[in-house]
């Protein structure tokens, strides 16, 4: 497992303020691969890198961090300290589901705020709550752009960023000025990021459980079925470890008809490849962004069609929930808006997103008693009584964070 990234680090912000390019300033790859994402020039899907920080021996701190294997400075050979998965989150407002999904894999984040436009926009303040609300508290904050600014502005936007975060889960994180397209206090953002976000700390001996975040098919057009290889998943092990070998089972899976009425049913395949890092493994425990090889029809896993599943060692997965009742916690304001409005409770009939784990669905609030509410979901989900889940409500024409609740 030594190949594998000990921490997932997601970056978050708003649209345009220079994720992507910092990820590449950090990795050298451009997470954007999606045709649709190279037409727009934005994140659609959850994009992924994986990193290794170094450190060379001989220059001084902060100038001697790196992701070189030969220093920049003096020529010295750098030594590794770890390897680290950035998990690149859109920070479109259409998009905020799927940065919910990703902030369920992330141990830490990132908030990437421009220097160049006022301080909050409205992503960068629904981002942050996003990952209050799904429990994420190592934050590091970077201020992006600092070259196509004044010192002037670079000042009057560091304040604001100071004035946001307080009272929030980043009030005490440092501020890092980073110019991403230039490559400018990259060392700084390491040497902060080992500092502050420590690996966590998880069960080898539980049985494994994974997060899925992404599902491939991987044969390309024209194939011949020889060839065809079977499906990929791509998500995050939280626990246990895996093996090639391993039977995996795959919840809630994939729905069929019995009798006339729609079921869901798990995936049951063999683990045939292993991938952490760009390397084919034999193993692969928890931490860092991981693909998973299965012997799955293809057709099952396409276009991440089996994204929000969980994959584990069989029959020791969460049951497949259709309806649940959940304790809520709801913000103050609906966030992510220009004009922020008071949120209102929860009311019997009204239809919620949730975002449990991975997974996204919508919830129709079956009776709402107090901050007791009940749900019957349109697509059902894996999960454990006292998870945590994420909560959104149709304001205008957009899904807005409203708050949390756990599953009781």
């Known amino acids: 497992?030594?190949?594998?990234?000990?921490?997932?680090?997601?970056?978050?912000?708003?649209?345009?303020?220079?994720?992507?390019?910092?990820?590449?300033?950090?990795?050298?790859?451009?997470?954007?691969?999606?045709?649709e994402e190279t037409k727009r020039g934005i994140s659609i899907r959850l994009g992924y890198a994986d990193i290794t920080f170094r450190r060379c021996t001989t220059c001084p701190a902060p100038q001697c961090y790196t992701t070189a294997m030969v220093c920049e400075h003096c020529g010295s050979e750098t030594q590794t300290l770890r390897k680290v998965s950035f998990v690149d989150s859109p920070g479109h407002e259409t998009l905020m589901a799927t940065m919910l999904s990703g902030a369920a894999i992330m141990d830490g984040a990132v908030l990437v705020?421009?220097?160049?436009?006022?301080?909050?926009?409205?992503?960068?303040?629904?981002?942050?709550?996003?990952l209050d609300v799904i429990g994420v508290t190592d934050v590091i904050v970077v201020q992006n752009k600092i070259d196509i600014v004044s010192k002037e502005r670079a000042l009057e936007s560091y304040q604001e960023i100071k004035d946001f975060v307080q009272g929030t889960c980043a009030e005490d994180a440092p501020i890092i000025p980073v110019s991403a397209q230039q490559g400018a206090n990259i060392d700084i953002l390491i040497d902060v990021i080992q500092d502050r976000m420590k690996?966590?700390?998880?069960?080898?001996?539980?049985?494994?459980?994974?997060?899925?975040?992404?599902?491939?098919?991987?044969?390309?057009?024209?194939?011949?079925?020889?060839?065809?290889?079977?499906?990929?998943?791509g998500g995050s092990l939280v626990q246990g470890k895996l093996k090639v070998g391993d039977e995996i089972e795959i919840k809630?899976?994939?729905?069929?008809?019995?009798?006339?009425?729609?079921?869901?049913i798990s995936l049951y395949s063999e683990i045939v490849g292993l991938i952490a890092a760009g390397e084919a493994v034999d193993e692969i425990g928890p931490g860092g962004l991981i693909g998973v090889g299965t012997k799955l029809d293809p057709s099952l896993t396409k276009a991440d069609s089996l994204s929000g599943s969980i994959a584990g060692k069989p029959e020791t997965l969460p049951p497949i929930l259709y309806e649940f009742t959940m304790k809520t916690h709801l913000l103050d304001r609906v966030v992510g808006t220009r004009e922020e409005k008071e949120v209102e409770p929860i009311k019997s009939s009204e239809p919620?997103?949730?975002?449990?784990?991975?997974s996204t669905t919508i919830g129709m609030v079956t009776s709402a008693r107090g901050d007791v509410v009940d749900v019957q979901l349109k697509l059902p989900v894996c999960a454990d009584k006292?998870?945590?889940?994420?909560?959104?409500?149709r304001v205008g024409a957009r899904w807005r964070l409203i708050g949390y609740g756990i599953i009781e």
């Open 199 to 233: 690996t966590p700390r998880r069960s080898l001996r539980k049985a494994p459980r994974m997060y899925v975040a992404r599902s491939f098919d991987i044969n390309k057009p024209g194939c011949s079925p020889g060839n065809i290889q079977g499906g990929v998943i």
């Open 352 to 358: 919620l997103m949730i975002n449990i784990g991975t």
């Open 252 to 264: 809630p899976g994939v729905q069929v008809k019995k009798k006339g009425k729609p079921e869901w």
């Open 1 to 35: 497992m030594k190949v594998q990234s000990e921490i997932n680090i997601g970056l978050v912000g708003h649209v345009d303020h220079g994720k992507t390019t910092l990820t590449k300033a950090l990795s050298g790859i451009w997470t954007d691969t999606h045709s």
């Open 386 to 393: 006292g998870q945590r889940v994420a909560l959104s409500r």
């Open 113 to 130: 705020i421009a220097a160049n436009e006022p301080c909050p926009q409205p992503q960068t303040k629904e981002h942050l709550m996003a």
